[in-house]
């Protein structure tokens, strides 16, 4: 089912291609630019939501709320699921506000975010699919590599490589208190293709060094509390 021709209106965006007209695709429900090619990673249905108990701590802690839910109430978190790789995955979140303490990212700045980790074979070596909330906001996409080191305590904030989109990013509303999104991320061989809030808002091209590691999806938040829910691929499967 075609959509109609938009300018740059909030959610609705031709955003990916420069176009400025979008479909739905019918298998995915995402909406996609003139010209985007569907892909099942970008499937919501064929993510499976994951138990709280199956995350594991890099840093952190969440408390399980029900059987596939969870809360956050810790300034900084880091899980994986599992251990195998996982190609795909989306947090569906609630953002309940700034966090009871502040902790600022090693880098000193004070960030409130959320996103996804892929590719995450440690803390020194992972892609980042986040939504900042402040003081910057919309999807950022980093890839941290530091071949030979797997504890933060080697690379510390060394080995990020900020990833510039190859089309238009789509524009995204501010996170704001008591409102609900979703992410979902996948990798399509060597790109990223970001999903916002059921809107493809992000396709860019990983640089090689995000292909010389490999590991599981997870998340991670930093100064922010939510409520929330994990999908991710079946595993090993990329």
């Not at 479909?23 to 985007?36: A, E, F, K, N």
């Not at 989306?90 to 880098?107: C, K, M, N, T, W």
């Not at 609900?180 to 059921?198: F, S």
Request: with cysteine; hydrophobic share 35%; proline share 5%.
């Amino acid at each position: 089912m075609w959509l109609g021709c938009w300018r740059r209106l909030g959610w609705l965006m031709a955003g990916a291609v420069g176009c400025s007209c979008t479909r739905v695709d019918g298998r995915s429900g995402v909406v996609l630019p003139q010209g985007c090619s569907p892909n099942v990673t970008l499937d919501a249905q064929s993510l499976i939501a994951a138990d709280p108990a199956d995350l594991v701590s890099v840093s952190g802690r969440i408390t399980k709320t029900g059987p596939t839910s969870f809360s956050i109430r810790s300034q900084s978190v880091r899980m994986d699921l599992g251990r195998e790789p996982r190609g795909a995955a989306q947090i569906d979140f609630v953002y309940r506000g700034p966090g009871a303490h502040d902790e600022p990212l090693a880098s000193g700045e004070l960030r409130r975010q959320i996103g996804l980790k892929l590719r995450a074979r440690d803390t020194c070596n992972v892609v980042y699919v986040m939504w900042h909330i402040e003081p910057s906001q919309g999807l950022h996409v980093s890839v941290k590599s530091n071949a030979g080191q797997n504890q933060h305590a080697q690379c510390g904030d060394r080995g990020y490589v900020n990833v510039t989109p190859t089309s238009i990013p789509t524009e995204i509303a501010a996170i704001r208190v008591g409102e609900r999104h979703t992410l979902r991320a996948a990798i399509v061989g060597d790109e990223l293709h970001v999903v916002a809030d059921g809107v493809l808002s992000w396709v860019g091209r990983l640089p090689p060094q995000a292909f010389n590691f490999d590991g599981p999806a997870g998340i991670r938040s930093d100064n922010a509390d939510f409520d929330a829910q994990l999908r991710a691929s079946r595993s090993g499967c990329n």
